[in-house]
């Protein structure tokens, strides 16, 4: 009996997870919103103040629903966050140690406070 192989996907699940997700910032509640297939799965909390001149976003936290964890959605809700950063002109502050680790490995991604 031969068995039959099925093919492999074309996509990976993480990469279809990054299609259907979408970070929308809440500027209300001072956070970044990570949804997927319209579902919020994450926060990036955040304060803004200013320090020598210059708009600072602190960033205070990331979560996410443990499901979610380990399919790179935290780092897709950190870069809509630091992407905003840049847009805005601003520095970033990370308190979160989950968006220091980003910025160490990311360098140069986004202006960082003194």
């Not at 809700?77 to 630091?82: D, H, I, K, R, V």
């Not at 840049?86 to 502050?93: I, M």
């Amino acid at each position: 009996m031969q068995v039959r192989r099925k093919k492999r996907p074309q996509q990976t699940a993480q990469s279809i997870l990054h299609q259907i997700s979408e970070v929308v910032h809440n500027v209300g509640q001072s956070r970044f919103e990570l949804y997927v297939a319209g579902e919020l799965v994450g926060v990036l909390g955040y304060s803004i103040d200013e320090a020598s001149g210059d708009k600072v976003l602190s960033i205070m936290h990331t979560v996410l629903y443990d499901e979610f964890s380990g399919h790179g959605l935290a780092t897709r809700l950190t870069q809509g966050a630091l992407d905003y950063v840049v847009e805005q002109g601003a520095k970033v502050r990370p308190v979160c140690s989950y968006t220091k680790h980003y910025l160490t490995t990311h360098p140069g991604v986004a202006p960082i406070a003194a």
